[in-house]
């Protein structure tokens, strides 16, 4: 069965830090541009960063660009999404996601794999 399963989010402290992990089962990351997209309440689904296949290049949203840093172990088959001075616009469900190309990540383009979300919290 293949899944991607998102953990560590959860509630945390305006400017504080929170690493998101999601791992892979039924078929292989390696292969796969891999990253996150976010989707808070009443606003459009944003595609936060993607890593490519070979690593050499990352995506990022402006919104995430200096804050979030996107990583994969391909030994363990899971992604890291480590994002730090946490904000209140970062509230939202984040989700894992695996494709064929970081090419039109904001788009979702390629993308054929998700998970279900876990939920980050910013409070003041």
């Known amino acids: 069965q293949v899944q991607l399963v998102e953990s560590g989010g959860g509630l945390v402290q305006r400017g504080g830090s929170l690493r998101l992990s999601c791992a892979a089962s039924?078929?292989?990351?390696?292969?796969?541009?891999i990253g996150w997209f976010r989707q808070a309440p009443g606003k459009e689904r944003e595609g936060v960063s993607c890593?490519?296949?070979?690593?050499?290049?990352?995506y990022y949203a402006d919104s995430a660009n200096g804050r979030f840093t996107i990583s994969r172990d391909n030994s363990k088959n899971t992604m890291y999404l480590e994002m730090t001075n946490l904000k209140d616009a970062d509230t939202a469900v984040y989700h894992c996601?695996?494709?064929?190309?970081?090419?039109?990540?904001?788009?979702?383009?390629?993308?054929?794999?998700w998970g279900e979300g876990t939920q980050v919290t910013i409070s003041s």
């Open positions: 890593i490519s296949v070979t690593t050499l290049d990352a």
């Open positions: 039924g078929f292989t990351l390696d292969y796969y541009a």
């Open positions: 996601a695996a494709g064929t190309t970081c090419g039109g990540w904001t788009v979702a383009y390629g993308v054929g794999y």
